[in-house]
T-cell receptor
């Protein structure tokens, strides 16, 4: 069966510090990978998605970037965090063919202070 | 612009009191409608996918239905462990072989013993 791991689960970072959230998927190959953000009172917002190694699409302009160095690894980064980057970040995956069900990780709570 | 509206925002039920959650949508070219359950501080857990009007799916006390403009999540004789936020999402074809998933803000269900 497939599993998705995301870490760290929670972190508190000062404004201007860097960020790295990591996500790995096991039990499948060539998955589509996603980063979402969930803010209080708002729906899930797609930040980035990737259909293969080194292929990243960004949905919204922002202070964040994503990378996919390996087939089942997805990383969300920032060089300098802003207060507005606080939120609940979710990594997700789906089977390689577009249009399939998206499965989510446990999420990472980021508080920028 | 694709829109997904869930109602009510919050719902309190007595244990055993059946009810329904609504997800209405305005999209062009619906490919699928997804229901997820999200517990506090966790990632969304996939429940159902519905693809065409008239389709129904069931899982334990939950049944999801789909029409051309909305979906209902019926909860029969709920138990306290059904308390969670239920998210609805619609998937549409966004061109170049890719699909876009748009989420509603969710309905927070509380089942009181």
């Amino acid at each position: 069966s497939q599993t998705i791991h995301q870490w760290p689960a929670t972190l508190v970072q000062p404004v201007g510090s860097p960020l790295s959230l990591e996500c790995t998927v096991e039990g499948t190959s060539n998955p589509n990978l996603y980063w979402y953000r969930q803010a209080a009172g708002r729906g899930l917002q797609l930040l980035f998605y990737s259909v293969g190694i080194g292929q990243i699409s960004s949905e919204v302009p922002q202070n964040l970037s994503a990378s996919r160095p390996q087939d089942r690894q997805f990383i969300l980064s920032s060089k300098k965090l802003l207060l507005s980057d606080s939120g609940f970040y979710l990594c997700a995956w789906s089977r390689g063919s577009s249009g399939n069900t998206i499965y989510f990780g446990e999420g990472s709570w980021l508080t920028v202070v | 612009e694709d829109q997904v509206t869930q109602s009510p925002e919050a719902l309190r039920l007595q244990e055993g009191e059946s009810s329904s959650l609504n997800c209405s949508y305005t999209v062009s070219g619906l490919r699928g409608l997804f229901w997820y359950r999200q517990d506090p501080g966790k990632g969304p857990e996939f429940l159902f996918t519905l693809y065409s009007a008239g389709e129904e799916k069931e899982k334990e006390r939950l049944k999801a239905t789909l029409t051309k403009k909305e979906s209902f999540l019926h909860i029969t004789a709920p138990k306290p462990e059904d308390s969670a936020t239920y998210l609805c999402a619609v998937q549409v074809y966004s061109g170049a072989g890719s699909y876009q998933l748009t989420f509603g803000k969710g309905t927070k269900l509380s089942v009181i013993p």
